[in-house]
């Protein structure tokens, strides 16, 4: 039998063997059919266990707050937090709490803080709440871990921790101790990858298995373990939406919504040419010009990320597809280029003109 994502525990924590922190981050990019919503935490030192929870459950927040609209829909187009913005936010989140297993209140503030995200990180955004908020940490645990899973439509919801070598002892226990408060009281599947706990000997073990394509490039190249530089908390992009983690994306995403001719661009896509084809997520696709362009950030220069985006590369062109690929630091500093370039490619196509 085939194994699957769906095979991995929640409410309990696991230790992964068989693969990566950066290969398995890879392997949930598209969020597969059969996984749950899965973030990604690298973890951090924390003097305590209650003062590490506080830490991830404003991480968590902060993704919540990232992703909003996808886990309430109805709320896309309200406006800002001046106005009637906030009443009519707050009122869909009761309503929808009514109709769900989410707490009212709760979800009502979380929409709410959400609406007041505009111009702030989303990565940092959690922080407004840290250590104000009126919630109990079980009731923030349990109601984070429903509106992440609801934002992808998933059942449920768990967090793929890379830990870090060096860890002392107490540091160990403390990150152990966190992650099973974590999924004893928020429901929460919590994988733990990376480097090996080696005086924590309590958690169960699991293997997994890569797609072959990526086993295969992951068994060729270095595991590179996350930097303290890297991002805290990640997330898997929502279909149809720039992700809310990546200023790049964003960004372009306002640039084209003010172009009449980036008509039908539709943004994280995930594309299977066929069933035996594990699929690959397109940063944005123009289907009909079999146009899709891709946004690199520094990870990109990782050797298995880097191998494996000339991999899907080939397998789009062999498929008909073009692919546009443009840096971060090109979008931020030079939209305007970046912008005439697509557009020049796509009018080309749409007017059946041979590339040179």
């Not at 996984?35 to 991830?56: D, E, G, H, M, Q």
């Not at 459950?57 to 990232?66: I, K, N, S, T």
């Not at 429901?187 to 090996?196: D, E, H, T």
Request: aromatic residues 6%; proline residues 8%; glycine residues 8%.
């Amino acid at each position: 039998m085939a194994w699957s994502w769906g095979e991995l525990p929640v409410g309990r924590v696991v230790r992964l063997q068989g693969a990566g922190v950066e290969a398995l981050t890879l392997a949930i990019d598209p969020l597969p059919d059969d996984a749950p919503a899965i973030v990604t935490y690298v973890a951090r030192k924390a003097p305590s266990t209650a003062n590490l929870v506080t830490s991830i459950l404003d991480e968590l927040e902060a993704a919540a707050v990232g992703l909003f609209p996808s886990w309430l829909p109805e709320a896309e187009g309200i406006g800002g937090p001046g106005g009637a913005g906030v009443p009519a936010v707050r009122s869909l989140a009761l309503r929808t709490a009514s109709a769900t297993g989410h707490f009212g209140p709760f979800l009502a503030d979380l929409a709410e803080l959400s609406l007041h995200r505009a111009g702030a990180s989303p990565t940092r955004t959690g922080v407004l709440a840290g250590g104000r908020t009126k919630f109990a940490p079980e009731t923030r645990a349990a109601g984070l871990a429903r509106v992440l899973a609801a934002s992808f439509q998933r059942a449920h919801a768990s967090i793929l921790v890379a830990v870090p070598a060096g860890l002392s002892p107490i540091a160990e226990e403390i990150l152990t101790g966190a992650c099973e408060w974590l999924a004893h009281r928020g429901g929460l599947g919590v994988w733990l990858a990376g480097a090996p706990l080696t005086t924590v000997d309590r958690l169960e073990t699991r293997f997994v298995r890569l797609p072959a394509e990526l086993a295969a490039i992951a068994r060729e190249l270095p595991e590179a373990l996350p930097t303290p530089a890297s991002r805290t908390i990640g997330f898997p992009a929502v279909a149809g939406r720039p992700h809310p983690g990546s200023a790049a994306e964003q960004a372009l995403e306002r640039a084209l919504s003010a172009c009449e001719w980036a008509i039908g661009r539709a943004w994280n896509q995930a594309y299977r040419p066929h069933p035996l084809v594990n699929p690959i997520r397109l940063d944005l696709l123009w289907r009909d010009e079999r146009c899709v362009v891709e946004i690199d950030g520094p990870d990109h220069l990782d050797p298995v990320k880097y191998a494996l985006d000339r991999q899907r590369d080939v397998r789009l062109q062999t498929d008909g597809y073009a692919v546009l690929r443009f840096t971060n630091d090109q979008i931020m500093t030079d939209p305007k280029t970046v912008i005439q370039q697509i557009q020049r490619f796509l009018l080309e196509r749409r007017r059946g003109t041979p590339k040179g």
